[in-house]
């Protein structure tokens, strides 16, 4: 059986001066998909996922800016963080969605009525207990 998933992609700053401004940043994306799944989809937070500002070591800024467009693909919409327009990467981001035509929201109200009506064109397989391998019962 397959269920409708609604992806969500949390679109924010990250990087700051400080380790505590980067600390703020990460905690607003995570607040901001928890909204999203109280709304009822599946949020997509890049901060959470891979954060430029730890991975600068073995990845550069433009293979994470590269692995963020191609998560935010395959999402039904995005949802943008206060600040956005302070991020080169969030401005990538909403450029990148402008251009696939991925619906952009600013406000959880507007994101709200857009889930309340939007049939999501991801869908996910969903198995009987029974028929789950062994390791996850």
């Excluded at 109280?38 to 901060?47: E, F, K, N, S, T």
């Excluded at 433009?62 to 949802?79: G, K, N, P």
């Excluded at 952009?104 to 789950?132: C, M, Q, W």
Aim: glycine share 6%; hydrophobic share 40%.
């Amino acid at each position: 059986m397959k269920i409708p998933v609604k992806l969500i992609y949390v679109c924010g700053p990250l990087n700051a001066p400080t380790q505590e401004g980067i600390n703020a940043n990460t905690e607003r994306a995570f607040e901001a998909g928890r909204m999203v799944w109280r709304l009822g989809a599946m949020a997509i937070v890049p901060h959470l996922n891979s954060p430029s500002h730890k991975f600068g070591d073995v990845m550069p800024a433009a293979s994470v800016y590269l692995a963020d467009l191609e998560l935010m693909e395959r999402c039904d919409a995005i949802f943008r963080l206060t600040g956005w327009e302070n991020s080169f990467g969030s401005k990538l981001e909403t450029a990148w969605a402008n251009f696939r035509q991925i619906p952009i929201f600013d406000k959880e109200e507007e994101l709200e009525n857009y889930l309340s009506g939007y049939t999501a064109r991801n869908t996910v397989d969903v198995y009987p207990r029974h028929d789950y391998p062994k390791a996850i019962r």
